[in-house]
């Protein structure tokens, strides 16, 4: 059943906080207009108030009102991510906070790409890395100089090019450096441990260089910073750079095989190509450390730099967690030997799950306190990943994924902002950002740093608001996420009733134990043997269940998403295993056919907060599972039919 905690939460299926709602946003769409007044009380109105009389007014009223009336009955299509039968992608309700907020700051129209622009919400942004920071394990301290600072980006894709972009920034300055043979610091002895440092020595050399700098006079400073600037890569691109640095190459970045495909498009538009992507094998279903290890062992040997490893918290498929603490060991110890690189989690899905293993105190939860709470979550591996966010170089979160925010809403977070001077535009802010100059005051030119340039500051209300009610703690944001986990383990028992209820119909099987709210489903009809006869089947399913533009939301019973499997991404031996435990013949896997070589699952993400409804009696996962049944069987009798027919016009 739902925390009474979350009532007031959300909207709700059925607009059940509507009064709350109209009732915020008029009264501060009422207070944004008293502001306009305000400004100058003086000015009288500049549209004469007779110019609701005048024809072409009122022609422009019935044109808009008509445009309003189509687009709002267009906008009845739209797909009820807040419903409690949408099972299918990476959102839901939005949270009441957000939504006001968002709603009430748009008037205002703030910029967010600097404070002349917005005066009040580009801090907001800022203390929405802090609060981020806080949950993620991070410094969020602002008076300590190697504190955290995170940024708003349009989503988890332009965090993830943020992320490329700092981690070469980190790695080929020191190598600038060394080129400009910069004064009065010790530099790297040659430019392969230049461009190989661990991000933490990186930072330190940074550190040193400022400090030097710092003691020098003005225009020797500024002599210095130019000629440091001169060899950056930013500033040459990567032809001249690698030429000027023979023992150098581009480098490559690993990630697992699963991961979001926006790691590819920021290989191409950082220039590095996607050839440098290399992926990284899986073992159930997270990447496999050891596989990592043996690809660090065999680039080093051909000298090839690593710039940072992808871990992913959440996959965007499958919900699963790398071992990200294992990656980190293997950042450390690979460091040590004269490779280094940085460790980057993905975790634009899962990075809310943290909220849930937090402590208002800021400390983490133990792991066996969690398991009091739950059946199975977190797992060790889980627990111990989370915990071990605190030490990556960086991190992408989505806010409008699990944060239940309107769109336009991802993160960046790095670990340490004394590194992001290097994104900086302005050659000055190189060297800038000591410990003593206002942390907030530095980051008031935000467009210098991001990826973006004008940006949405209500996006920022939004997500600010929204933590300071919900703070990010198990107390407060984390019941959302406890939620979550708790439905995913109700559809979890309902998936084994499901499988023993239909065995003899269809052979079903949950693949992987979910890590965090995401449940996938394997189907096969009974008897069959054969991968294509499967995935027909589970793509017949999945017609029913995705949302089609001609369908309406009222013939839509339920809906889910679909993804596959395929033993190139989950390995061989969890591809036999699945295959084994749905009755198919391996050998009728092959890659010849379209299609063929992937077994197609069901997907449902489990992030309505009202899915089972005990007043009313309703348990919607209850209902899904009978519903899929249903359709399963009819399906079936339906190609039985059909058969039949083909035989009997046949004979
Ligand atoms: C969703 C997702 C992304 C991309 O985020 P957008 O907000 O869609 O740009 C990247 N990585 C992972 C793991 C995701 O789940």
Redesign the pocket.
Known sequence: MTDPALYPCFLGPYGENDGLLERLVVEFLRDHVYWRRNVHPEDPPAIPTQAVLRPDYQRFEAQLRRELHALSAALKRSVPFHSPRYLGH?VSDLALPGLVAQIMALPYNPNNVSEDAAPVTIDLEIRVGLQLARMLGYVDDPARSDCAFGHLT???????YQALRLALALKAFPVALRAARFPGVELPEDDWCAFNLHPHAALDLLQRARDRLATLATDECAEWRRRVEHERIEHLGHVEFFRRHPTLSPPVVLAPLT??Y?WSKGMKLLGLGREQLLQVPERGMRMDPRALAGMLDELHRQRRPVLTAVA?????EFGTIDPVHEVLALRDEHAARGLGFGVHV?????GYLASLLRKPDGGLRPLEEMRREFETFPSASTHAAVAALSRCDSL?V?P??LGFLPYGA?AFVCRDQRAMGLLSEDADYVFAGGATDDYFRRYHQLGRYIPEGSKSGAAAAAVYVTHRVLPLDAGHFGRIVAQTIRSTEAFCAHARRFIAALAGTVQACVPFAPDSNLVCLALNPAGNRDVAVANAFVCRLYEELRSMPGRSVQEQEFYGSMTSLRAQAVGEADMARVLGELDLDPASLHAGREGGDRLFILRHTLMNPFLVDEENGIDYIARYFDHLGQRAQAILADTTARADDLQGAAS
Do not use: E, I, P
């Open positions: 990476m349009s989503g988890g894709t332009v965090a993830n991961a979001h926006s992913v918290l959440g996959t965007t993905d975790a634009a899905w899962g992408t989505d409008h994924k991802g």
